[in-house]
Protein backbone atom coordinates (compact mmCIF):
# COMPACT_ATOMS: atom_id res chain seq x y z
CA UNK A 1 0.00 0.00 0.00
CA UNK A 2 1.57 3.45 -0.65
CA UNK A 3 2.01 5.68 1.73
CA UNK A 4 3.88 8.95 2.90
CA UNK A 5 5.29 9.52 6.36
CA UNK A 6 6.38 12.77 7.52
CA UNK A 7 8.74 13.46 10.51
CA UNK A 8 8.79 14.80 13.28
CA UNK A 9 5.40 15.80 13.63
CA UNK A 10 6.23 19.30 15.23
CA UNK A 11 9.59 20.86 15.26
CA UNK A 12 10.64 23.74 17.49
CA UNK A 13 14.06 25.65 16.55
CA UNK A 14 15.27 29.02 17.88
CA UNK A 15 16.11 31.33 15.01
CA UNK A 16 18.94 30.07 13.19
CA UNK A 17 19.03 27.03 14.19
CA UNK A 18 19.16 24.76 10.96
CA UNK A 19 17.53 21.46 11.09
CA UNK A 20 15.78 19.01 8.18
CA UNK A 21 12.24 17.41 8.55
CA UNK A 22 11.80 14.28 6.19
CA UNK A 23 9.18 12.54 4.26
CA UNK A 24 9.54 9.11 3.70
CA UNK A 25 7.24 7.28 1.27
CA UNK A 26 6.70 3.97 -0.16
CA UNK A 27 5.01 4.11 -3.70
CA UNK A 28 5.14 2.50 -7.18
CA UNK A 29 6.53 3.97 -9.94
CA UNK A 30 7.46 7.54 -7.82
CA UNK A 31 6.17 10.12 -10.65
CA UNK A 32 6.92 12.88 -8.29
CA UNK A 33 7.30 14.29 -5.25
CA UNK A 34 6.17 17.33 -4.23
CA UNK A 35 6.84 20.16 -1.22
CA UNK A 36 4.51 22.58 0.10
CA UNK A 37 3.91 25.21 2.60
CA UNK A 38 1.06 25.76 4.45
CA UNK A 39 -0.12 28.68 7.08
CA UNK A 40 -2.67 28.80 9.01
CA UNK A 41 -6.34 29.35 7.78
CA UNK A 42 -4.96 28.96 4.10
CA UNK A 43 -4.32 26.77 1.01
CA UNK A 44 -0.60 24.99 0.90
CA UNK A 45 1.60 27.15 -0.95
CA UNK A 46 3.86 25.06 -3.72
CA UNK A 47 7.36 24.89 -3.09
CA UNK A 48 9.40 22.56 -4.45
CA UNK A 49 9.11 19.23 -7.17
CA UNK A 50 11.49 16.52 -7.26
CA UNK A 51 11.15 13.70 -9.75
CA UNK A 52 14.97 11.55 -9.43
CA UNK A 53 17.07 10.31 -7.25
CA UNK A 54 20.14 12.92 -6.49
CA UNK A 55 17.77 15.72 -7.56
CA UNK A 56 18.24 19.03 -5.43
CA UNK A 57 16.36 21.95 -5.70
CA UNK A 58 16.90 25.36 -3.57
CA UNK A 59 15.21 28.25 -2.46
CA UNK A 60 16.16 30.73 -0.06
CA UNK A 61 16.95 29.07 3.37
CA UNK A 62 15.10 25.64 1.51
CA UNK A 63 17.17 22.93 0.00
CA UNK A 64 14.80 19.82 -0.77
CA UNK A 65 16.87 16.61 -1.66
CA UNK A 66 15.81 13.37 -2.93
CA UNK A 67 16.40 9.52 -2.77
CA UNK A 68 14.48 6.15 -3.53
CA UNK A 69 12.84 5.98 0.01
CA UNK A 70 12.54 9.65 1.41
CA UNK A 71 12.74 13.59 0.65
CA UNK A 72 14.62 15.70 3.11
CA UNK A 73 13.65 19.85 3.49
CA UNK A 74 16.69 21.25 4.80
CA UNK A 75 16.18 24.83 6.22
CA UNK A 76 19.54 27.02 7.12
CA UNK A 77 19.34 29.38 9.75
CA UNK A 78 15.26 29.65 9.95
CA UNK A 79 13.61 32.92 10.51
CA UNK A 80 10.25 33.14 12.50
CA UNK A 81 8.84 33.90 9.07
CA UNK A 82 9.47 30.06 8.16
CA UNK A 83 7.20 29.02 10.78
CA UNK A 84 4.65 26.89 8.94
CA UNK A 85 2.97 23.80 8.03
CA UNK A 86 5.23 21.87 5.91
CA UNK A 87 3.92 19.10 3.77
CA UNK A 88 5.08 16.71 0.93
CA UNK A 89 3.18 14.59 -1.45
CA UNK A 90 3.47 12.01 -3.64
CA UNK A 91 2.47 11.28 -7.55
CA UNK A 92 2.73 7.50 -8.32
CA UNK A 93 2.57 6.30 -11.70
CA UNK A 94 0.08 3.73 -10.90
CA UNK A 95 -2.31 6.34 -9.61
CA UNK A 96 -2.69 8.84 -12.01
CA UNK A 97 -3.04 11.77 -11.34
CA UNK A 98 -3.65 11.72 -7.46
CA UNK A 99 -1.21 13.17 -4.68
CA UNK A 100 -0.78 11.01 -1.59
CA UNK A 101 0.17 13.68 1.29
CA UNK A 102 2.04 13.32 4.56
CA UNK A 103 0.58 14.99 7.50
CA UNK A 104 2.76 17.38 7.74
CA UNK A 105 5.59 18.78 9.82
CA UNK A 106 4.38 21.80 12.19
CA UNK A 107 7.32 24.05 12.39
CA UNK A 108 7.69 26.92 14.68
CA UNK A 109 10.73 29.32 14.71
CA UNK A 110 10.90 31.04 17.99
CA UNK A 111 12.94 34.51 17.85
CA UNK B 1 3.24 31.87 -11.31
CA UNK B 2 0.42 29.82 -11.35
CA UNK B 3 -2.38 31.20 -9.11
CA UNK B 4 -5.49 29.78 -8.25
CA UNK B 5 -8.20 31.65 -6.86
CA UNK B 6 -11.14 30.32 -4.50
CA UNK B 7 -14.52 32.17 -3.78
CA UNK B 8 -16.02 32.63 -1.00
CA UNK B 9 -13.21 31.86 1.39
CA UNK B 10 -15.79 32.17 3.87
CA UNK B 11 -18.69 31.13 4.29
CA UNK B 12 -21.68 30.51 6.92
CA UNK B 13 -25.31 29.71 6.04
CA UNK B 14 -28.20 27.38 7.78
CA UNK B 15 -28.27 23.82 8.08
CA UNK B 16 -30.29 22.23 4.90
CA UNK B 17 -29.36 25.11 2.92
CA UNK B 18 -26.75 24.67 -0.14
CA UNK B 19 -23.26 26.07 -0.64
CA UNK B 20 -21.52 26.93 -3.85
CA UNK B 21 -17.56 27.10 -4.14
CA UNK B 22 -15.37 28.31 -7.23
CA UNK B 23 -12.29 27.09 -7.72
CA UNK B 24 -10.62 29.45 -10.72
CA UNK B 25 -6.96 28.61 -12.48
CA UNK B 26 -6.61 32.54 -13.22
CA UNK B 27 -3.05 32.11 -15.44
CA UNK B 28 -3.43 28.51 -16.88
CA UNK B 29 -5.60 25.87 -18.39
CA UNK B 30 -6.16 22.90 -16.14
CA UNK B 31 -8.00 20.12 -17.59
CA UNK B 32 -8.12 18.74 -14.01
CA UNK B 33 -8.69 20.07 -10.98
CA UNK B 34 -8.92 18.38 -7.26
CA UNK B 35 -11.10 19.19 -4.43
CA UNK B 36 -9.72 18.50 -0.91
CA UNK B 37 -10.84 18.52 2.21
CA UNK B 38 -9.09 19.82 5.51
CA UNK B 39 -10.04 19.46 9.45
CA UNK B 40 -7.95 21.22 11.88
CA UNK B 41 -4.74 20.09 12.12
CA UNK B 42 -4.94 17.26 9.59
CA UNK B 43 -4.01 17.19 6.59
CA UNK B 44 -6.02 16.89 3.06
CA UNK B 45 -8.17 14.63 2.25
CA UNK B 46 -8.71 14.32 -1.50
CA UNK B 47 -12.84 14.37 -2.03
CA UNK B 48 -12.61 14.24 -5.90
CA UNK B 49 -11.12 14.97 -8.97
CA UNK B 50 -12.86 17.21 -11.31
CA UNK B 51 -12.25 16.80 -15.11
CA UNK B 52 -13.10 19.16 -17.59
CA UNK B 53 -16.22 18.51 -19.76
CA UNK B 54 -16.98 15.09 -18.04
CA UNK B 55 -17.90 13.69 -14.68
CA UNK B 56 -15.71 13.52 -11.59
CA UNK B 57 -14.43 11.03 -10.49
CA UNK B 58 -14.81 10.85 -6.45
CA UNK B 59 -12.83 9.04 -3.61
CA UNK B 60 -14.48 6.49 -1.32
CA UNK B 61 -17.40 7.33 1.12
CA UNK B 62 -17.56 10.86 -0.46
CA UNK B 63 -21.06 10.83 -1.33
CA UNK B 64 -21.27 12.40 -4.85
CA UNK B 65 -24.83 13.40 -4.53
CA UNK B 66 -24.19 15.55 -1.41
CA UNK B 67 -20.60 17.21 -2.93
CA UNK B 68 -21.73 17.84 -6.49
CA UNK B 69 -19.01 18.79 -8.85
CA UNK B 70 -19.15 20.89 -12.22
CA UNK B 71 -16.45 21.61 -14.37
CA UNK B 72 -17.82 23.39 -17.19
CA UNK B 73 -14.45 24.92 -18.96
CA UNK B 74 -10.91 24.89 -18.52
CA UNK B 75 -10.33 27.40 -15.72
CA UNK B 76 -13.26 26.77 -13.43
CA UNK B 77 -14.51 23.95 -11.66
CA UNK B 78 -17.55 24.43 -8.62
CA UNK B 79 -18.18 22.42 -5.79
CA UNK B 80 -21.68 22.12 -4.56
CA UNK B 81 -22.38 21.16 -0.87
CA UNK B 82 -26.28 20.52 -1.12
CA UNK B 83 -28.56 20.57 1.95
CA UNK B 84 -25.57 21.36 4.46
CA UNK B 85 -25.24 20.10 7.68
CA UNK B 86 -23.19 20.59 10.33
CA UNK B 87 -20.82 17.72 10.17
CA UNK B 88 -19.87 19.26 6.96
CA UNK B 89 -18.33 22.38 8.35
CA UNK B 90 -14.71 22.28 7.22
CA UNK B 91 -12.06 23.87 5.15
CA UNK B 92 -12.50 23.02 1.14
CA UNK B 93 -9.46 23.87 -0.82
CA UNK B 94 -8.97 22.75 -4.06
CA UNK B 95 -6.31 22.47 -6.58
CA UNK B 96 -5.90 22.60 -10.46
CA UNK B 97 -3.15 20.97 -12.24
CA UNK B 98 -0.82 22.70 -14.67
CA UNK B 99 0.48 20.47 -17.37
CA UNK B 100 2.59 23.28 -18.93
CA UNK B 101 4.30 22.48 -15.39
CA UNK B 102 4.81 18.80 -14.95
CA UNK B 103 1.29 18.23 -13.59
CA UNK B 104 2.58 20.42 -10.53
CA UNK B 105 -0.55 20.80 -8.43
CA UNK B 106 -1.37 24.47 -7.25
CA UNK B 107 -4.67 25.23 -4.73
CA UNK B 108 -6.39 28.07 -4.04
CA UNK B 109 -6.71 30.02 -0.71
CA UNK B 110 -9.44 27.33 0.72
CA UNK B 111 -13.31 27.99 2.04
CA UNK B 112 -14.14 27.96 5.26
CA UNK B 113 -17.76 26.72 5.77
CA UNK B 114 -19.74 26.92 8.89
CA UNK B 115 -22.90 25.54 8.76
CA UNK B 116 -24.95 26.20 11.57
Known amino acids: EDQVTQSPEALRLQEGESSSLNCSYTVSGLRGLFWYRQDPGKGPEFLFTLYSAGEEKEKERLKATLTKKESFLHITAPKPEDSATYLCAVQASNTGNQFYFGTGTSLTVIP | GAVVSQHPSRVICKSGTSVKIECRSL??????MFWYRQFPKQSLMLMATSNEGSKATYEQGVEKDKFLINHASLTLSTLTVTSAHPEDSSFYICSARDLTNRETQYFGPGTRLLVL
Open chain 2, 27 to 32: DFQATT
